[in-house]
């Protein structure tokens, strides 16, 4: 995993199988005829094929997605929270924490499987002496991510005047990032191909910032 070089101090492991259990499953407000979740709306979404905009968690998915998280490192900053999300198909589920002191935490390898069971595999820790800076307000600040053959993450802080954060890749369809508590995050199969940009747009959708992913 590639992370900018900020001062703090980050360690990468991949950790044992944490399985968790999904008691209901809500996305996106999923209901059957009767107002109740349907598990089968949920169901296509999460294990349907990669899409380029991220799929909503609400409900107890999301406590168990952050229990899996937490337990999946022995060195995991407990006094961190959760910031964003990112899963948009294929099983696969994606958290970013931060906390204080620039204390961050990332689970970039997390799966769920057709009955709920929630899967932590690896995922790193960051930990600083100061607190987190203050972005502008149409700043972007890339931390890090990775990218292999098979599939490829990206991270970062954005200012309180970004609305939405998107990947503009050359030749290719914009990918929107999941932005959430000022932290964006989003994963796609392969890896990013060369001239691959975080780009910031404001509320009016116009392009405020941008940064290369390297």
């Known amino acids: 995993m590639d992370r900018a070089a900020t001062g703090r101090l980050y360690t990468y492991a991949v950790a044992g199988r944490v399985v968790f259990l999904v008691a209901v499953l809500l996305v996106s407000g999923a209901c059957a005829s009767d107002g109740e979740p349907d598990s089968r709306a949920v169901a296509g979404p999460l294990h349907g094929p990669w899409r380029p905009v991220p799929i909503t968690l609400v409900g107890p998915i999301v ?10 490192m022995d ?3 407990q006094e961190t929270r959760l910031m964003v999300i990112d899963t948009r198909g294929g099983g696969r589920i994606q958290a970013q924490y931060a906390g204080p ?11 769920i499987d057709a009955m709920g069971q929630v899967v932590a595999g690896g995922g790193g820790t960051g930990f600083g002496a100061q607190e987190w800076s203050i972005l ?67 509320p009016l959708g116009q392009r405020v910032t941008e940064a290369p992913i390297e």
């Open 136 to 202: 502008n307000p149409f700043e972007l600040e890339h931390h890090g991510g990775y990218s292999s053959g098979e599939s490829s993450t990206t991270m970062g802080r954005a200012g309180p005047g970004i609305a939405k954060v998107v990947i503009v890749m050359p030749a290719q369809p914009r990918v929107t990032a999941s932005l959430e508590n000022g932290w964006y995050l989003v994963w796609r199969p392969g890896s990013w191909p060369p001239g691959t940009k975080v780009v910031g747009l404001d």
């Open 63 to 72: 406590e168990t997605v952050d229990r899996a998280c937490r337990a999946s």
């Open 75 to 77: 060195d995991f900053p």
């Open 101 to 111: 002191r620039s204390t961050e935490a990332s689970c970039i390898d997390m799966t």
